[in-house]
């Protein structure tokens, strides 16, 4: 599995990791599986939050990853309605006792709130200091939510942006994307496969995609997921609630397109015009 570095922590994390939006709708044995398995094939990344099920899902990681904590890079989200600075201190401590863990490698505001962003990050920034997370960032934040961010919390502070991104939804390429990359900030695409929205086989674009899959024997999934990663910022999260679904995702990360390949899917579906708004599921 390819790994890079997380923008500037230096982290070193597999290009693929896992998700978990809505495990608490499949059966409980079969993600704990699948996670097990993911972890097995390199997608040591694992990707939660408070809100996946009210909680349920942040108890089920726990439960795929006991026993293995040392080998995964754990993430999960605080509400913005959680956001205040007393309400992230008990959020970390409700998530740290469903993951059964005594720490987090990136803690994030979920979504953009009402709570003033500057007690959520000075809230996060304590939680580094009791050893609790060890780093912290936002998703679902636009270039000027972003920017702000960056300016409270000083540089090299806002690790990650955790956006929705896929082949019928480039608009992060636009301005957040490229705001990243200036500041050191990784990328990390949640629901890359348009939770729902694949290309079907038949389209246009389904059928570059099974061209270029079957160039390289691989399937089109991973080639798109391979797509996604092309920039250097990028991780993607796909979610698998079945062993085969997660293994097929890991192959993703060792496959290579060629540049022919890059620009095949770039026409098939291209980046469209600058909306001037970040899209969210």
């Given at each position: 599995?390819?790994?890079?570095?997380?923008?500037?922590?230096k982290i070193?994390?597999p290009v693929?990791?896992q998700?978990?939006?809505q495990?608490?709708?499949?059966?409980?044995?079969?993600?704990?599986d699948?996670?097990?398995?993911?972890?097995?094939?390199?997608m040591?990344h694992?990707?939660?939050?408070?809100m996946y099920?009210?909680?349920?899902?942040?108890s089920l990681?726990g439960k795929a990853?006991?026993?293995?904590r040392?080998?995964?890079?754990?993430?999960?989200k605080?509400?913005?309605?959680?956001?205040?600075?007393?309400?992230t201190?008990a959020a970390?401590?409700?998530?740290?006792?469903?993951?059964r863990?005594?720490?987090?490698?990136l803690y994030l505001?979920?979504w953009?709130?009402?709570?003033?962003l500057?007690?959520?990050?000075?809230?996060?920034?304590?939680?580094?200091?009791?050893g609790?997370?060890?780093?912290?960032?936002?998703?679902?934040f636009?270039?000027?939510?972003?920017?702000?961010?960056?300016a409270?919390?000083?540089?090299?502070?806002i690790?990650?942006?955790?956006?929705?991104?896929?082949?019928l939804?480039?608009?992060?390429?636009?301005?957040v994307l490229?705001?990243c990359?200036?500041?050191g900030?990784?990328?990390v695409?949640?629901?890359?496969?348009g939770?729902?929205?694949f290309?079907?086989?038949?389209?246009?674009?389904?059928?570059?995609l099974?061209?270029i899959?079957?160039?390289?024997?691989?399937?089109p999934?991973?080639?798109?997921?391979r797509?996604?990663?092309?920039?250097?910022?990028?991780?993607v999260?796909?979610k698998?609630?079945r062993?085969?679904?997660?293994?097929?995702n890991?192959?993703a990360g060792d496959?290579?397109l060629t540049s022919?390949d890059?620009?095949?899917?770039?026409?098939?579906f291209?980046?469209?015009p600058?909306?001037?708004?970040?899209?969210?599921?």
């Open positions: 599995m390819e790994q890079r570095e997380l923008g500037f922590t070193r994390l693929v990791g998700g978990t939006w495990m608490e709708e499949a059966d409980e044995a079969a993600c704990i699948a996670i097990r398995r993911g972890i097995d094939a390199g040591t694992i990707d939660t939050a408070e099920g009210a909680g349920e899902v942040e990681v990853i006991e026993g293995r040392d080998e995964v890079f754990l993430v999960s605080v509400l913005p309605s959680n956001a205040s600075y007393a309400g201190l970390c401590e409700r998530s740290l006792e469903r993951l863990t005594d720490r987090l490698d505001l979920h953009p709130g009402s709570e003033p500057e007690e959520t990050l000075r809230a996060f920034k304590d939680l580094r200091a009791q609790k997370i060890r780093h912290f960032g936002v998703s679902n636009d270039q000027a939510e972003l920017s702000r961010a960056i409270l919390a000083g540089p090299s502070e690790a990650c942006n955790q956006v929705f991104y896929h082949l939804e480039r608009a992060i390429e636009h301005r490229p705001l990359e200036r500041h900030i990784a990328v695409a949640y629901s890359p496969f939770s729902g929205r290309p079907a086989p038949d389209s246009m674009g389904g059928k570059v099974a061209s899959a079957a160039a390289h024997g691989a399937t999934r991973q080639v798109a997921l797509f996604l990663l092309r920039r250097q910022p990028v991780f999260i796909p698998a609630a062993a085969a679904h997660a293994l097929d890991a192959a496959l290579r022919e890059l620009a095949r899917i770039d026409t098939a291209p980046l469209g600058d909306r001037g708004v970040l899209p969210t599921l």
